[in-house]
């Protein structure tokens, strides 16, 4: 079984940053894609960042030039950059992960979600 942990959500002022860490630990081989999602209520989840375990990135357009999303593979982590957040960017965010716990294919995890609050 993988576990994945989420920190550094919070409340901010619009124009302020924010970091969010992810670091997966269990039963891993390897971890493939890692990524960060987020919701609104009544909202479907919404990609925010993924990258590759090569480091290949992939933003939604209305984060691109603010967001940034890089790992650690050594820690097993993900991280979240956010500068010059905007109210819009109010959800909760969830880690994602692909990981294998032997060689071949990789399953889906989810963290439990960090709230992201960003108002005046």
């Known amino acids: 079984q993988v576990q994945l942990v989420e920190s550094g959500g919070g409340l901010v002022q619009p124009g302020g940053s924010l970091r969010l860490s992810c670091t997966a630990s269990g039963s891993i081989f390897s971890i493939y894609h890692m990524g960060w999602y987020r919701q609104d209520p009544g909202k479907l989840r919404e990609l925010v960042a993924t990258?590759?375990?090569?480091?290949?990135?992939n933003y939604v357009a209305s984060v691109k030039g603010r967001f940034t999303i890089s790992r650690d593979n050594v820690k097993n982590t993900v991280y979240l950059q956010m500068n010059n957040l905007k109210p819009e960017d109010t959800a909760v965010y969830y880690c994602?992960?692909?990981?294998?716990?032997?060689?071949?294919?990789?399953?889906?995890?989810w963290g439990q979600g960090t709230q992201v609050t960003v108002s005046s």
């Open positions: 994602h992960a692909n990981v294998a716990a032997v060689k071949g294919s990789g399953y889906d995890y």
């Open positions: 990258i590759t375990n090569e480091g290949s990135t």
